[in-house]
């Protein structure tokens, strides 16, 4: 099956510094990927969809400026975390998806973000 | 295995035992279903899927029922094992749609 990658799979880090999440599509040209948030014990939340080539799609209430996305490559999405702050310490995962017939999406393994 | 609020439901089930997770979605235009598990720590996990022209289908071990007049999806799960402890969620979009919406998820636990 398609496999889809993150990194780093944790990181901590100081308040008011930036993060950059890494979500790769190993085996497959993903042309849409999306971000997902989850807080414990809560479900998925779609933050942002993304397609190669173009901006972002964020979902209401998502901060653009906050949350930056970049969809360089048809393998590769990238989610910065800007001046985080200990709310936005959560489980961010990514999925890929690679078109036709349903748009399947595969997801990745999850990064674990804590900010102190 | 119906969910209020931000409390994930729970079920436990003795081993060899069959479970039966719910959902209940909300759209409903929605015609494409899919149930995922989510083990700890991990990625959420393609189990199962059924379009809207079925009311039943059924994989190995897992079977989902759809029942569309209530808005409501089922997943079967045949003579349970440990490793089937996981969060199970629902989750609903348009055939062809690329955008996912969640449900709360089921955390099932298997009793040895």
């Known amino acids: 099956g398609a496999v889809v990658s993150q990194h780093p799979s944790w990181v901590i880090c100081k308040s008011g510094t930036s993060v950059k999440i890494e979500c790769r599509s190993l085996?497959?040209?993903?042309?849409?990927m999306f971000w997902y948030r989850q807080f414990p014990k809560q479900s998925l939340m779609l933050m942002a969809t993304?397609?190669?080539?173009?901006?972002?799609?964020?979902e209401q209430g998502v901060e653009k400026d906050k949350f930056l996305i970049n969809h360089a490559s048809l393998t590769l999405s990238t989610l910065t975390v800007t001046s985080a702050h200990p709310e936005d310490s959560s489980f961010y995962i990514c999925?890929?998806?690679?078109?036709?017939?349903?748009?399947?999406?595969?997801f990745g393994p999850g990064t674990r973000l804590t900010v102190l | 295995g119906e969910s209020v609020g931000l409390h994930l439901p729970t079920l436990s089930v003795q081993e060899g035992d069959n479970s039966i997770i719910n959902c209940a979605y909300s759209?409903?235009?929605?015609?494409?279903f899919i149930w995922y598990k989510q083990e700890s720590g991990k990625g959420p996990q393609f189990i199962i899927d059924?379009?809207?022209?079925?009311d039943k289908r059924q994989g190995q071990r897992v079977t989902v029922l759809l029942n569309k007049t209530v808005k409501h999806l089922s997943l079967q799960i045949a003579a349970t094992q440990p490793g089937d402890s996981a969060v199970y969620f629902c989750?609903?979009?348009?055939?062809?749609?690329?955008?996912?919406?969640f449900g709360t998820g089921t955390r099932l636990t298997i009793i040895p």
């Open positions: 999925s890929a998806s690679g078109g036709a017939p349903h748009n399947e999406q595969f």
């Open positions: 085996d497959f040209q993903a042309t849409t």
């Open positions: 993304s397609n190669e080539g173009s901006k972002a799609t964020y």
């Open positions: 759209n409903s235009a929605s015609d494409y």
């Open positions: 059924i379009r809207s022209n079925m």
């Open positions: 989750a609903e979009t348009t055939f062809g749609n690329e955008k996912l919406t």
